[in-house]
């Protein structure tokens, strides 16, 4: 089955500055990658996804790199707010029948200001 | 106007014992999940039901039990609570089997004594 790993677990960045959160998986056959934030005690929320027809994916701070070849894909979130500190999950499926979304093991970003 | 609820949000309970988890989202979709996130904050898959079908089934003790009575409801039921039952039970649903966004429920809070 596929298998997400997510690097790094903690991440402590300056307000302002950019974080980058990587992400390799095992299935080649992987075809739909999304990244969540869970706020403390909060339910994890989508924020942004990348099919594996696209390369990279923005909105607005955050954007989402995918290399299908090398099987990683990247978040990159630009002009850290203390907003932004949060747990962040990387995840990837097949997005078909009988598969579900499989979560790397999160990444705890923290923003000092 | 809870997309996906979830009752009750904490439980504390003591070995041995048997308790239920209901989750209903009113979102209209057909799939819905249970995933277990432990204290180290991995998020990781045990059921999804398809129109109350049986579709996935993790390696999950046989101690745990979902039931899904219509496909607004799947209902968590485990009995002889261990320590390591330990976690928060996130509910969550998605349009159609492996098809993008999940929603999440608030999860709810499970402590075994």
């Known amino acids: 089955g596929e298998n997400v790993e997510q690097h790094p677990s903690t991440l402590s960045v300056q307000e302002g500055d950019s974080a980058v959160i990587k992400c390799t998986y095992s299935?080649?056959?992987?075809?739909?990658f999304p990244w969540y934030k869970q706020e403390l005690g909060k339910r994890p929320q989508l924020i942004i996804d990348?099919?594996?027809?696209?390369g990279e994916k923005k909105d607005q701070r955050i954007a989402v790199t995918l290399n299908k070849t090398a099987k990683h894909f990247s978040l990159h979130i630009t002009e850290t707010q203390p907003e932004d500190s949060a747990v962040y999950f990387c995840?990837?499926?097949?997005?078909?029948?009988?598969?579900?979304?499989?979560f790397g093991k999160g990444t705890t970003l923290s923003v000092s200001s | 106007d809870t997309a996906v609820s979830q009752t009750p949000k904490y439980l504390v309970t003591q070995m041995g014992n048997d308790k239920s988890i209901k989750c209903e989202q009113n979102?209209?979709?057909?799939?819905m999940y249970w995933y277990k996130q432990d204290s180290k904050k991995f998020l990781k898959i045990m059921f999804s039901?398809?129109?109350?079908?049986?579709?996935i089934n993790e390696t999950v003790p046989n101690r745990f039990s979902p039931k899904s009575p219509d496909k607004a409801h799947l209902n968590l039921h485990i009995n002889s609570l261990e320590l390591g039952d330990s976690a928060v039970y996130f509910c969550?649903?998605?349009?159609?089997?492996?098809?993008?966004?999940?929603?999440f429920g608030e999860g709810s809070r499970l402590t075994v004594l």
């Open positions: 969550a649903s998605s349009q159609s089997l492996g098809a993008g966004e999940l929603f």
């Open positions: 299935d080649s056959a992987s075809n739909y």
């Open positions: 990348i099919r594996s027809n696209v």
């Open positions: 995840a990837a499926s097949l997005n078909q029948a009988g598969t579900a979304l499989i």
């Open positions: 039901y398809n129109n109350k079908e049986l579709i």
């Open positions: 979102l209209g979709h057909d799939t």
